[in-house]
């Protein structure tokens, strides 16, 4: 995230889910295409409709954080996510973040996101499984992803855009890390801005750029 992102993320003390029909992928939360061909070829016309709509119309129900899951950094996810400049990465574990939405009035899902070929029909059963799944072509990503299903309409919401959900950054911020193209300055300015919130987590330079001796 830019640094407007990362300093707003620690001044509301929320995290921003994003609801799925206003992602760029426009395949989120939908059947695949071979799924879409057998629902139509085994069920009539209308009951074939209306399945098919009730996924789509689920995304405006869901909202995501999405999160990319290894130890190691990824050059790609970089350059996709980190335009512009005061870029920054924050790290966590399933286990904190865990901890940090417990006391969520929402139930709040983690799920390791499945990627798939939109050539399959595997079976979609649920909006929630739908979810959790996207196509071959983002399979880079290695994303897991939060999961809010709007239920009770006391969600906490911005019209059009997405929820938050309230954290505690320190129990959720395991390390910050600046981008590979940010320059010295933008480490210090980090470290200066995690310490006015009280945070005590290490700052580290991506040295993913950096040349060997």
């Known amino acids: 995230m830019d640094l407007a992102r ?18 760029e ?7 695949t295409d071979a799924e879409v061909a057998s ?45 512009g400049s005061g870029i920054v990465a924050i790290k966590s574990t399933v286990g904190h973040i865990r901890e940090a939405a417990a006391a969520y009035e929402e139930p709040v899902y983690i799920s390791k996101v499945k990627y798939i070929d939109w050539n399959e029909a595997p079976g979609l059963d649920n909006v929630l499984v739908a979810s959790s799944r996207k196509d071959l ?6 994303e897991v992803r939060l999961i809010i299903c709007e239920r009770s309409g006391r969600l906490d919401t911005e019209p059009s855009l997405g929820i938050r959900l309230p954290i505690d950054p320190g129990q959720l911020i395991t390390e910050v890390i600046v981008g590979p193209r940010e320059q010295k300055w933008v480490v210090r300015l980090v470290e200066q801005i995690m310490k006015r919130y009280g945070l005590p987590q290490q700052v ?6 950096t040349p060997r001796p």
């Not at 689920?58 to 999405?66: D, E, H, M």
Request: with cysteine.
């Open 204 to 209: 580290v330079a991506s040295n993913r750029l």
């Open 25 to 31: 992928d426009p395949l989120e939360g939908a059947h």
């Open 39 to 83: 629902i139509r070829k085994n069920l009539v016309k209308s009951r074939a409709k209306a399945l098919i709509d009730i996924f789509r119309s689920a995304r405006s129900g869901l909202y995501v954080n999405c999160w990319r899951s290894g130890s190691a950094e990824s050059l790609a996810m970089w350059d996709l996510y980190g335009e």
């Open 6 to 23: 990362f300093v707003e993320m620690l001044e509301s003390r929320t995290l921003w889910f994003v609801r799925t029909d206003q992602l």
């Open 137 to 142: 072509s983002y399979q880079h990503e290695s």
